[in-house]
């Protein structure tokens, strides 16, 4: 069986029919691709999320189109990409990670494009969340680190690809600590049963990733990665014959900035 064949893998077409919003299937995202093959507005997925054809790169360098010719509809999406900002935005976040902080007697650009009381920026695997102060005259714009929720915690649920009845345990730990977040023993996983239909545990509502432990009663053991990011839904834990992965259940696609 093939990582790339995600929804087959996990049995779950109808959950992810189910969910709100525009979800990929395996031909735009998969586990092992990392990101979109781009959308039809020219957008593309990047090591810090996608871009639009607009703003800066991921060095912060201004691209083809003018910052000033951006609309100053703000954002609100629950996260937002550093290469996705137009150029002068960039220039300021620039700034508040370099200094530590960005001081304007002008205009901050940041908080026009960005709603900062509902948006988390994302640099390079790290979310920042805007602290903005004015003294005086001044604006004074600061990045601090922060950890993106959910809406709802996140469940993690079970595949049994083999041919044969399987019976599991399974713990999760954040991968940069020991806090036990799901501890279950005797998980009975029949192959004719789907992901969707199967047992399944809220875990955590916070983005990150994570560390699953699994073993079967007949003694495998595996050890596993679970990211939860902006564009994932759940987590399933697919069980082959000679391996075992988490993959995503259903993936969104991500719709631009109004300014992108």
Do not use: H
């Amino acid at each position: 069986m093939k990582r790339r064949s995600l929804l087959a893998a996990i049995g779950s077409a109808t959950a992810a029919s189910n969910l709100a919003g525009c979800l990929a299937d395996d031909s735009e995202w998969t586990p092992d691709a990392g990101g979109g093959d781009g959308d039809d507005d020219g957008s593309t997925e990047t090591e810090n999320g996608p871009t639009n054809g607009s703003g800066s790169d991921g060095n912060g360098d201004e691209s083809d189109d003018n910052s000033a010719d951006r609309t100053d509809e703000q954002c609100d999406r629950t996260v937002v990409w550093y290469n996705e900002l137009p150029a002068d935005v960039a220039a300021e976040v620039d700034a508040a990670l370099e200094d530590g902080a960005y001081e304007t007697d002008g205009e901050l650009y940041y908080a026009q494009a960005i709603d900062v009381e509902a948006v988390s920026l994302e640099v390079d695997d790290t979310y920042y969340a805007a602290e903005i102060e004015e003294e005086g005259e001044t604006t004074v714009f600061r990045l601090e680190e922060t950890i993106p929720t959910k809406s709802a915690p996140e469940e993690l649920a079970f595949r049994n690809a083999t041919d044969d009845e399987l019976t599991v345990s399974v713990t999760v730990t954040p991968a940069d600590g020991d806090e036990v977040l799901l501890e279950e023993e005797s998980i009975e996983l029949d192959p004719d049963v789907t992901a969707y239909e199967g047992p399944r545990f809220p875990v955590t509502d916070e983005y990150g990733t994570y560390d699953v432990a699994l073993e079967t009663a007949d003694g495998r053991s595996e050890s596993l990665t679970w990211t939860i990011e902006y564009v994932s839904f759940d987590g399933v834990v697919v069980l082959e014959d000679d391996d075992a992965f988490v993959a995503p259940e259903a993936v969104m696609e991500v719709a631009p900035c109004p300014w992108s």
